[in-house]
C-alpha cells in the first residue's frame, strides 16, 4: 500500500525537497495534498507536475486564479483555501503522512491539525514546538502521533537517541544534547560591521540553501535559539543538559553524549533530503538522491563556542525558555516583526535583537496551557513588535 504524503508548505525550500525525495519513491508514496501560501504560479506548476487530490491556498482571494490554471492544465485537483482549508488538508482520510513545511507561526494550526488527527508528523515548522511546546507535545502524547523531526540537528539527535528515549534521559543514560551551528554567513564578522548587513549577505547561508526568513534567522543565530526551544520539547531535555557548539562545516548534525563517555554524531553531506528521507522512511532507509559524504574531501571539522554577545538573539532564546509559558511564543512573534521588517523595509539587522529584547521585556509571560492564550500573546507580541520598528530606524529601501 502506497502511503499517502500532503505537504503544508509546498512551494518552499522543505516543499521542494520533499517533492524530490517522494517522486524518487512512486512505488512507496503518493502526493496526496499540497499547500501554499499565495504563489498560484508555483503551486500550479507542483499539480501538474505530481496530480495530487488536493491544492490548498492560504490566501483565499487567489483562489479563483487556481482554479483558472488548474482547470486550463486539464487537472480535477480540487482546490482548499482559506488556513480553514490547510487544516482540513492535514486532516483529510487519504492523508497518512503530513510534512509541516509552513514556515513561522502560520505553521501551528495546521500542524496542529495533522496532529489532531492522528496523522504521522513530519515536523519541520519548528515555530509550532516554540510558540506551544507544551500543548502541542501533549497532544502528540495524548492521540499516540509519530512525531519525526526534519531540522537536520533534530533529525541527527532522533538517530543517535536511544529507541526508548522517552523513558526519560537519565534512566536511558543521556548526559547532554549537542545541537551544532554553521554560525551562519557573519561567524567571523566584527560586531561593528554587523551594523551594515544587507538582506541579501544575510541570506547568502554558506553551507545550506533555505528560504529567507530561516537563512536570516541562521544569520543572527535565532535559528539556533528555536532549536534549543524545539529540542528541549522534542527530547524533553532541560536547557543546561543542551550545549550548542559552532561546526562551520555543517558535516556533523548534532550529537548525543551518554554517562559513559560516548558520544554519538550523525554526519553527512548538508542536503535536507537526508533527515527528509529519514523521517519519511522511518524505521526503515531509502534512497534520497544525496551525495555520499567523502571525509577524506572534508579534511577537517572544526568546533569552535556560540557567542552569545555578537549573536544576542541566542541568549534571548535561552532567557525566553528560562522564563517560560508565553514568552517563547512573544520571542517567535517579535523574531518573525524584526526579521520581516529587515527583508523587507531596512531595519537594520543589529535592531533585531533590539526589537525581540524590548517586547519580551514589555509583555512578560503567563502560564500557555490553551492555543487561544498562545495566540493572543502572538498577536499582542506583533502589535508591540511592530509599534518599536519606527524607532528603531526602519526605512523603506528606495530604488
Ligand atoms: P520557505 O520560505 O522556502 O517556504 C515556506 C512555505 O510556507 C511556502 O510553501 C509558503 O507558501 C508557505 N507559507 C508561508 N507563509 C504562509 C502562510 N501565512 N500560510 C500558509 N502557508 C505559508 O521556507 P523553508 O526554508 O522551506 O522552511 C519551512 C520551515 O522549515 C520553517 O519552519 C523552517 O524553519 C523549517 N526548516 C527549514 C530548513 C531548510 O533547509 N529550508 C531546515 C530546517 C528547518
Ligand atoms: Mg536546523
Known amino acids: 500500500m502506497r502511503e499517502g504524503i500532503a505537504i503544508l508548505g509546498a512551494t518552499g525550500s522543505i516543499g521542494a525537497s520533499t517533492l524530490d525525495v517522494a517522486a524518487r519513491h512512486p512505488e512507496r508514496f503518493r502526493v496526496v495534498g499540497l499547500s501554499a501560501h499565495r504563489d498560484v504560479e508555483r503551486l500550479a506548476a507542483l499539480c501538474?507536475?505530481?496530480?495530487?487530490?488536493?491544492?490548498a491556498l492560504a490566501d483565499a482571494t487567489r483562489a479563483p486564479e487556481l482554479e483558472a490554471r488548474l482547470a486550463a492544465a486539464g487537472l480535477d485537483t480540487r482546490v482548499m483555501v482559506g488556513p480553514q482549508g490547510l487544516m482540513e488538508l492535514a486532516a483529510l482520510s487519504e492523508v497518512d503522512v503530513v510534512m509541516a513545511a509552513i514556515v513561522g507561526a502560520a505553521g501551528l494550526q495546521p500542524t496542529l491539525a495533522a496532529v489532531r488527527a492522528g496523522k504521522r508528523v513530519l515536523l519541520a515548522n519548528k515555530e509550532s514546538l516554540v510558540m506551544a511546546g507544551?500543548?502541542?507535545m501533549r497532544e502528540v502524547r495524548e492521540r499516540g502521533v509519530t512525531l519525526l523531526p526534519i531540522d537536520s540537528e533534530h533529525n541527527a539527535v532522533f538517530q543517535c537517541m536511544p529507541p526508548d528515549f522517552d523513558r526519560g534521559l537519565d534512566s536511558v543514560g543521556v548526559s547532554k544534547v549537542l545541537l551544532t551551528a554553521s554560525g551562519g554567513p557573519f561567524r567571523e564578522a566584527t560586531a561593528d560591521s554587523l551594523k551594515a548587513v544587507t538582506p541579501e549577505q544575510a541570506c547568502a547561508h554558506p553551507n545550506w540553501s533555505m528560504g529567507r526568513k530561516i537563512s536570516v534567522d541562521s544569520a543572527t543565530l535565532m535559528n539556533k535559539g528555536l532549536e534549543v526551544i524545539e529540542a528541549h520539547w522534542l527530547f524533553d531535555v532541560p536547557p543546561e543538559r543542551i550545549e550548542v557548539v559552532v561546526h562551520p562545516q555543517s558535516v556533523i548534525h548534532?550529537?548525543?553524549a551518554y554517562t559513559d563517555g560516548s558520544v554519538l554524531a550523525q554526519l553527512g553531506n548538508p542536503d535536507m533530503r537526508t533527515?527528509?528521507?529519514?523521517?519519511?522512511?522511518?524505521?526503515?532507509?531509502?534512497?534520497?538522491?544525496v551525495a555520499p559524504l567523502d571525509l577524506v574531501e572534508v579534511a577537517r571539522l572544526d568546533f569552535q563556542a556560540a557567542d552569545k554577545v555578537r549573536f544576542p538573539c541566542l541568549r534571548l532564546a535561552y532567557e525566553a525558555m528560562e522564563a517560560g509559558g508565553t514568552a517563547t511564543a512573544v520571542l517567535n512573534a517579535a523574531n518573525e516583526v524584526a526579521v520581516a521588517a529587515f527583508l523587507d523595509e531596512g531595519l537594520a539587522f543589529t535592531a533585531i535583537p533590539l526589537v525581540i529584547e524590548e517586547t519580551l521585556a514589555a509583555l512578560g509571560t503567563a502560564p500557555a496551557?490553551?492555543?487561544e492564550t498562545v495566540v493572543a500573546w502572538d498577536r499582542q507580541a506583533r502589535e508591540h513588535a511592530t509599534s518599536l520598528l519606527a524607532r528603531h530606524g526602519r526605512r523603506r529601501h528606495t530604488a
Open 369 to 371: 496551557d490553551d492555543l
Open 275 to 289: 533527515p527528509i528521507a529519514h523521517a519519511m522512511a522511518w524505521p526503515e532507509r531509502i534512497e534520497a538522491g
Open 48 to 55: 501538474e507536475q505530481h496530480r495530487p487530490d488536493y491544492a
Open 254 to 256: 548534532s550529537l548525543v
Open 134 to 136: 507544551p500543548l502541542f
